[in-house]
């Protein structure tokens, strides 16, 4: 007999904190690199490359968010 523990969804996808999305996987690395890249544009809340934010503000507000 096999032990498997069911899980919640909801546990397995942590919220990054900074970007406010759920990750799957890979959820410290995520963080580590989404603080030091990513930042919510203040206009419409979506996680940018820091180094995106001025073109993505000049830039309709398309999404520019990558892993
Ligand atoms: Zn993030
Ligand atoms: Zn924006």
Avoid: G, Q
Avoid at 38 to 50: G, M, R, W
Avoid at 60 to 65: A, I, L, Q, W, Y
């Amino acid at each position: 007999m096999t032990h498997l523990s069911a899980v919640p969804a909801t546990e397995m996808e942590p919220e990054c904190p900074n970007c406010k999305r759920k990750i799957s996987h890979n959820f410290t690395n995520h963080v580590r690199f989404c603080e030091r890249n990513n930042t919510l544009c203040p206009k419409c809340n979506e996680p940018v490359l820091k180094n995106d934010l001025e073109n993505h503000l000049k830039d309709d507000h398309k999404h520019v968010f990558s892993f």
